[in-house]
T-cell receptor, first 116, second 111 residues
Framework: DQQVKQNSPSLSVQEGRISILNCDYTNSMFDYFLWYKKYPAEGPTFLIS?????DKNEDGRFTVFLNKSAKHLSLHIVPSQPGDSAVYFCAATSNAGGTSYGKLTFGQGTILTVHP | KAGVTQTPRYLIKTRGQQVTLSCSPI?????VSWYQQTPGQGLQFLFEYFSETQRNKGNFPGRFSGRQFSNSRSEMNVSTLELGDSALYLCASSTSSRGYTFGSGTRLTVV
């Protein structure tokens, strides 16, 4: 049972345009969501996060939107740059303790390619 | 401040052998989590240690084990290696459930 899903395996965008990466989740206990960027053979690098008490969080070119009723979040990158080309993972966690300790549940990732 | 350090970066082992991977968390971080990344299964949670105690465990066989030392460094052990254990093993350290910093990983190849 995949509790976090990124339904788009890949996304191709022109430099300077907006990149929108989407993520859906099914577990209502998730209360904190994170986006990571990853290059092959390296560890994920944290980009931005959002708590379930908010519906938007912004950091520079990156904005994450959370729609709790739809169990959907999205990452917007504006403007997109060639250096943004990487795999983007959505992850979710819960503050409920127990089986949530230290555990991020990841989506399958979306490969973003930004063309010059 | 130094990030999360994983050693070794690359490892080649033969089926049936065992392997130990090491993770040094960010100074002050007491929680260390381990993940396995494979092309088919993505990033999957193995286990989490906090103050030398395993608090959480993912859905992996008992061949996968770990421990944490008093200085928060953690090791992960896989016994009786199988070809399917070939993966990138990542550890992440944290001070809370709200911020996880990952290491660069150990690429394990089982032949």
């Amino acid at each position: 049972d995949q509790q976090v899903k990124q339904n788009s395996p890949s996304l191709s965008v022109q430099e300077g345009r907006i990149s929108i990466l989407n993520c859906d989740y099914t577990n209502s206990m998730f209360d904190y969501f994170l986006w990571y960027k990853k290059y092959p053979a390296e560890g994920p690098t944290f980009l931005i996060s959002i708590s379930s008490i908010k519906d938007k969080n912004e950091d520079g070119r990156f904005t994450v939107f959370l729609n709790k009723s739809a169990k959907h979040l999205s990452l917007h990158i504006v403007p997109s740059q060639p250096g943004d080309s990487a795999v983007y993972f959505c992850a979710a966690t819960s503050n409920a303790g127990g089986t949530s300790y230290g555990k991020l549940t990841f989506g399958q990732g979306t490969i973003l390619t930004v063309h010059p | 401040k130094a990030g999360v350090t994983q050693t070794p970066r690359y490892l080649i082992k033969t089926r049936g052998q065992q392997v130990t991977l090491s993770c040094s968390p960010i100074s002050g971080h007491r929680s260390v989590s381990w993940y396995q990344q494979t092309p088919g299964q993505g990033l999957q949670f193995l286990f989490e240690y906090f103050s030398e105690t395993q608090r959480n465990k993912g859905n992996f066989p008992g061949r996968f084990s770990g421990r944490q030392f008093s200085n928060s460094r953690s090791e992960m052990n896989v016994s009786t290696l199988e070809l399917g254990d070939s993966a990138l093993y990542l550890c992440a350290s944290s001070t809370s459930s709200r911020g996880y910093t990952f290491g660069s990983g150990t690429r394990l190849t089982v032949v």
